[in-house]
């Protein structure tokens, strides 16, 4: 890793990012700059939003000359947490406002795919507006091995960075508690993908893969001819496939709803039978239009990696 020179890092840093393979995020907050500096620079804050920490320690300096020196962890799942250390390298504001903040990072945790790195984040005040951003790259350990599983960890940790800065951007533009967001997106999710796993099953199991005696008696009941199975089949598993490749499109819940009261009507007009039977068209009906209720409601204001610039900008 090249230590940074706190006089000398911005000019550095700026020139290099271009080229550079490292990890590039940005984001325009409508919002104060010194209230994002604030709830970026605070530990306490910063952990809030951040999806890559859990915990973050600043350490007491002997001088106010000293670099300040951190330490974070990362909880990974089953009662695993991978630990860290860091140190603010310096930071400078020029003479338009824009404020830049230079870091080291490192971890002597073997669990730990990351080795050392270093980064910057910028705040750029901009028409009343501010350009956060931040640029950073590491070294992995483990070897050839690390190097490998860098290639799918590389993108899954910069996605966790655009995905908290967007978060970071609710709470201060629209007061959204970061632990609020991380809730209703786990419920959207959760919403969406029970959705999509029903439209899949229902689409393929009892019409394409094992077709159902009763599927057919109510395509006749409603008129239509049993060679249209399949196609019935093939239509909910497109719907399944647009739940997923439309993640962020709320209007998948509404047409999940007509859909389902759509269907519903046919099968109450024609087979009203249908309705009495266990596992009934009703009940399931009636919890696939619960669901989209619950995914459009949670789906309004959800962090979004797509929201932020993960390339510079050419000026940089």
């Known amino acids: 890793m090249v230590p940074i020179n706190a006089p000398h890092f911005q000019r550095c840093y700026l ?89 080291k990072f490192w971890s002597d945790d073997p669990k730990s795919l990351i080795k050392e790195g270093s980064g910057y984040w910028r705040y750029i005040p901009e028409n009343g507006r501010l350009r956060f951003l931040t640029w950073y790259d590491y070294r992995t350990r483990f070897g050839a091995a690390g190097r490998l599983m860098d290639r799918i960890f590389r993108p899954l940790i910069g996605w966790a960075t655009a995905w908290s ?44 893969l094992f077709p159902s005696p009763d ?9 239509l001819s049993v060679n249209m199975l399949s196609l019935a089949g093939a239509a909910e598993l497109c719907l399944a496939a647009l739940g997923l490749v439309s993640w962020r499109w709320r209007p998948y819940f509404l047409l999940n709803v007509v ?7 046919v099968v109450a007009l024609r087979a009203p039978h249908y309705l009495v039977a266990a596992f009934n068209p009703a009940t399931l009906n009636a919890l696939m239009v619960g669901l989209s209720v619950i995914g459009y409601i949670s789906g309004a204001e959800l962090p979004s990696a797509s929201r932020c610039a993960r ?3 050419k000026s940089l």
């Not at 951190?70 to 404020?99: C, N, P, V």
């Not at 786990?186 to 993908?193: E, F, M, N």
């Not at 959705?195 to 899949?200: D, E, P």
């Open 15 to 103: 020139s290099q990012v271009v080229n550079d393979a490292g990890i590039y995020v940005e984001i325009v907050i409508d919002g104060d700059a010194e209230e994002v500096w604030r709830r970026t620079q605070v530990p306490e804050l910063h952990e809030q939003w951040d999806l890559r920490f859990t915990a973050i320690q600043y350490l007491a300096k002997k001088s106010e000359d000293e670099p300040q020196r951190f330490l974070y962890s990362t909880r990974i799942g089953f009662g695993l947490r991978i630990d860290g250390e860091g140190e603010s390298a310096g930071s400078r504001e020029d003479e338009t406002g824009a404020r830049t903040s230079a870091l």
């Open 259 to 265: 859909a389902m009261m759509a269907s519903l009507a």
């Open 215 to 223: 599927e057919r008696t109510m395509l006749l009941a409603a008129g």
């Open 165 to 208: 800065f967007d978060r970071l951007r609710l709470w201060i533009e629209h007061g959204i508690p970061p632990a609020t967001s991380r809730r209703m997106s786990l419920i959207h999710a959760l919403a969406r993908l029970s959705i999509v796993f029903t439209w899949a099953w229902q689409g393929s199991i009892p019409k394409l």
């Open 311 to 313: 390339k510079p900008a």
